[in-house]
C-alpha cells in the first residue's frame, strides 16, 4: 500500500520541548487519528510534515517527494482549527482569490461544497458560525483536489451534527483510495467513528500507531485488586493505576484476562482511555 506521507526518525528541539524520533505514515485509503495531550507534539508534526518548520533530524516523504518541493505540497491541504480567511471577505471572493493563486484550484467543487454546507456565496465571514468557518476551510481544502487532507484540531469546539457531517465528508473523500487523512483530535469518539488507525504522541514520542480496530480488540481495561493483577503474566499489564478501592490497569487480551482472574471485572477499552491509561497511570 502506498504511503502518502511517511515521517521517520523526525527530532525538533526547541527550548522546552522535543520531538524525539517519531516515526508516522498515512497509507492511502486511510484515515490516520492523530492523538496525544497538549503539548505533546502533534501540531509540530504536522508543521514539519509539510514544511512549516525545519527538522532537526530525520526525513520526511510527503507524496512521494520532498515537502520542501512545492509540487509535493499542491497535492497535500491542511485545516486548522479555525478559519484563516480575513473576516469581510464572502465566499465567492474567497473562490476569487484561490482561483488566482492556485493552479488546482476548481470554482465549481468549491461551489458545490458551499451548496451542501448552506454557505452563503455573498455572507461575510465574520456573520459565519464557528462552524460555518469551519466548513468553509474544508471546501477550500477540497476543492484544489489534494490526495492528502491533514486536519489540525479541526473539529474542537464544534457541535455534534456539524461534526457528524464533516466526519462523513472525510469518509467520502478516501472512497477514493489514493486519498487519505491525517487527523489530529482531542475528540476521541470521532476518531473511535472513523479512523482506520491511531498514533499516540506522548511528550514528543511516538507510543505506537496500530490499527484501531485491533487496539479496541486486543485491549481492555481491568478493576481488581492489587494482588490479584500480580498474577498476571509479565507484559499482560501495560499501564495501571492505584487507588483506595483497588487497582485498574490497562491489559492485552482481554479473554485470557477474565479466564485467568474469573472474579474481576474486564471493561471494553475505549481511546479516551488508553491516553488516560498512558498519560496519567504508570507505563509498563
Known sequence: MEN???????????????????????????????????????????????????????????????????????????????????????????????????????????????????????????????????????????ARHPRLLVLDEATSGLDPVVRGEILDLFLEFIQDEGCGVLFSSHITTDLERVADQIAYLHRGRLLFQEDKDTLLEELGVLRCSAADMATLPEGTVLARRDGALGASALVRDPAQVRRLLPGAVVDRVSIDEMMQFYGGGEAK
Open 4 to 142: 502518502l506521507l511517511e515521517v521517520r526518525s523526525l527530532c525538533k528541539h526547541y527550548k522546552s520541548f522535543s520531538l524525539d524520533h517519531v516515526d508516522l505514515t498515512v497509507p492511502a485509503g486511510t484515515i490516520v487519528g492523530l492523538i496525544g495531550e497538549n503539548g505533546a507534539g502533534k501540531t509540530t508534526t504536522i508543521k514539519a510534515a509539510l514544511n512549516v518548520v525545519r527538522p532537526d533530524g530525520g526525513t520526511i516523504r510527503l507524496l512521494g517527494g520532498d515537502p520542501a518541493d512545492p509540487r509535493c505540497r499542491a497535492g497535500a491541504a491542511v485545516v486548522f482549527e479555525d478559519s484563516y480567511f480575513y473576516g469581510g471577505l464572502t465566499p465567492r471572493q474567497v473562490s476569487r482569490s484561490m482561483a488566482g493563486i492556485c493552479r488546482e484550484w476548481d470554482g465549481d467543487a468549491f461551489d458545490r461544497l458551499c451548496r451542501r454546507f448552506d454557505l452563503l456565496q455573498r455572507q461575510p465571514l465574520k456573520e459565519f458560525s464557528r462552524g460555518m468557518r469551519m466548513k468553509l476551510s474544508l471546501a477550500t481544502a477540497l
